[in-house]
T-cell receptor, first 113, second 113 residues
Framework: KAGVTQTPRYLIKTRGQQVTLSCSPI?????VSWYQQTPGQGLQFLFE???????NKGNFPGRFSGRQFSNSRSEMNVSTLELGDSALYLC????????????FGPGTRLLVL | QQQVKQSPQSLIVQKGGISIINCAYE??????FPWYQQFPGKGPALLIA?????SEKKEGRFTISFNKSAKQFSLHIMDSQPGDSATYFC????????????FGKGTKLSVKP
């Protein structure tokens, strides 16, 4: 089985721009969670999607949003980028909503200049 | 927000030695405690996990010890190998959080040959 894939792997943006990241979960998995990883804050939960609906949300501003499609693929959008948004964005898939076993993708490295 | 505190930040162990990483949490409303291993340029990979009704779980060279009354859990890596050199994260899942994992800040392990 193919693992979780994320595209693009690297992105460079400037402040004020917006960005969309994509995640394809493991085949058959219907839950997708997003995490932000930074050296200072570590891994922080952004949100979880299941059956095209956001089920859970972390403590991030509304500039961070996402969606999930009927094939379980998910996108994450960050609007009005700030320097502090530079991070590794990780997507994790799970077989069911709130699934304990989460499989992470390799992440998208975002650099905001 | 609930926290999971992880120590040490970094650890150097000789090949064949025992690596010990500790985590403590502040809230009893956690029901699942996984450990993840992350290599540079990769996403975290689930290593081993435990539930609070079990005091110890062993999988190969990796053992989790869990002390519910002290709200602490630890990862022991026996016979540490250079290939174990990676960053290790403990995590905890809040009851009813529907999959939201709260991560420790990570421990960078270096195993010297």
């Amino acid at each position: 089985k193919a693992g979780v894939t994320q595209t693009p792997r690297y992105l460079i943006k400037t402040r004020g721009q917006q960005v969309t990241l994509s995640c394809s979960p493991i085949s058959g998995h219907r839950s997708v969670s997003w995490y932000q990883q930074t050296p200072g804050q570590g891994l922080q939960f952004l949100f979880e999607y299941f059956s095209e609906t956001q089920r859970n949300k972390g403590n991030f501003p509304g500039r961070f949003s996402g969606r999930q499609f009927s094939n379980s693929r998910s996108e994450m959008n960050v609007s009005t980028l700030e320097l502090g948004d530079s991070a590794l964005y990780l997507c994790a898939s799970s077989a069911r909503q709130g699934g304990e076993t989460q499989y992470f993708g390799p992440g998208t490295r975002l650099l905001v200049l | 927000q609930q926290q999971v505190k992880q120590s040490p930040q970094s650890l150097i162990v000789q090949k064949g030695g025992i690596s010990i990483i500790n985590c403590a949490y502040e809230n009893t409303a956690f029901d699942y405690f996984p450990w993840y291993q992350q290599f540079p340029g990769k996403g975290p990979a689930l290593l081993i996990a435990i539930r609070p009704d079990v005091s110890e779980k062993k999988e190969g060279r990796f053992t989790i010890s869990f002390n519910k009354s002290a709200k602490q859990f630890s990862l022991h890596i026996m016979d540490s190998q250079p290939g174990d050199s990676a960053t290790y994260f403990c995590a905890a899942r809040e009851v009813g959080s529907q999959g939201n994992l709260i991560f420790g800040k990570g421990t960078k392990l270096s195993v010297k040959p």
